[in-house]
């Protein structure tokens, strides 16, 4: 199944060479979820050609970075989460020559590219789960309980619903904790390490900076499998340590990958990365993810899932801050992914709200995460109709939101839209883009879009919106250029200005941020210029209305 490159080409050089100071610590990395991005072939279904080709748009967008969700040969049964061959495409997104040209395409504009890596399940059509000889020693299978073996082993839970075991006509059961299609990896057996560490060598050896680790905290479970004795799971993760997500063991697989990504980025005069995709309790516990010898970043979900509070917004900075200065590492930010409604709706449904939190998430030191539409304001898409669902926790019961990904500001969503978006399920979140034109696909690729966009996105084109000075595209825009022009805004030193209640301000190198989080304008003297703002903001005899719901950033 695996695919050759029709010409073989060296690995591309990074941009930027040594391992420096860590080109990582304050980047823009733009996720790119490849089924939703942009469809070259027309099959209604985003591509790494059509991937490539926009790749343009990210460099004038002033990103650095692109993270690309997986495009390997998969069923797809988790959008393309159920990986069956680490090392080939699947032909719904081309070929590994559509890949190679990709990473060059990055390289020659100075973008770099992070690719996903599922270490914690493979597909069940992965050769290993098919042959039942390696499938007992490479993943975890166990005897029921009951008379005749006819009960789960233990009472753990999928995240998308349902026991987290399935029986297979042997009679025996193996561990799941996504679906049933996604059986997780024994990770005590050496053989699954020695594999891991090749397809990260094959995938470097291709030109790719670095690896967003999924699940990284689930590769090692508790011995002996014990029992929670608690229903309702879903709330305990990012809660609690449990025996199978957030144990310690987890740390020694991350440091041989550090010492291998290290090894290797040494070895070419660059810096190679890894960033966690992680659930832990407190940001103390997520931090020792990102200690000096183990992965260079981890995700902070405890900052997309603070409400829209002035008093919530800045503990949660404070604690993300100092726990991952007291490992030296920078802090990592991100607002919305492919698995969490986006913010634009998750915070009250209120783009104001989403472009000042966006400004805010801008101005604080490290490293920043965007997802793609992002840019664009986007919404959820909450009334996508059930035939067209293909995230498999809508046909488990379960909500993949909140167990996936973070609960949601739920007291702020407006009226119809649940925790978790629709109703809990993440395909609203991955409709495919608007690029131009004023009827779906919008540009998205010569067919049509396999998730179906709303008819009033006309005014969210990249198109419409380009030009446009009042637009999320423009702002996004302007706030990167900010950022890449004012040095030491990623990596500086950040303190807190006195503000009055409901507004927090905030200093950077050559900068000043006040975010108003209520919902009406506020009176402050003026702190300096206004440089950007997320809302048009006044200055009247050296006093500032600030909006509400708006963010801005003034020269001091
Ligand atoms: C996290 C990914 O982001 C999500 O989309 C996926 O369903 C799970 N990990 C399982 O791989």
Known sequence: MTQELTSPSPAPQAPGTGRGPGWWRDAVIYQVYVRSFADSDGDGIGDLRGARERLPYLKDLGVDAVWLTPFYASPQADGGYDVA???????LFGTLQDADDLIRTAHDLGLRVIVDIVPNHTSDRHPWFQDPELARQRYLFRPGKGESGELPPNDWESVFGGPAWTRTDRGDWYLHLFAPEQPDLNWDNPEVHAEFEAIMRFWLDLGVDGFRVDVAHGMIKAPGLP???????????????????????VHAIHRAWRRLLDGYGDARGKQVIGVAEAWAPTAERLALYVRPDELHQAFNFQFLNAPWQSDALRSVIDASLAATASVGAPTTWVLSNHDVVRHTTRLGGSLARARAATLLMLALPGSAYLYQGEELGLPEVTDLPDEVRQDPAFFRGGRATGAVGPGTDTESAPDGVAAGGQDGFRDGCR???????ELPPYGFGPGGSWLPQPADWGGLTVAAQTGDPASTLELYRAALELRRRLPGLGDGPMSWAPAPDGVLALTRPGLLCTVNTLGHDVG??????????SAPVTVDDATAQLPGDSCTWWAI
């Open 227 to 249: 029992d929670i004795g608690h229903g309702a799971q879903a709330q305990l993760i990012g809660a609690q340590v449990l025996p199978f997500f957030d144990q310690d063991g």
């Open 524 to 533: 402050l003297p003026a702190p300096g210029t206004p440089l950007l703002s």
């Open 431 to 437: 409709v495919p883009l608007p690029w131009s034109g």
């Open 85 to 91: 061959d680490y090392r080939a495409v699947d032909p």
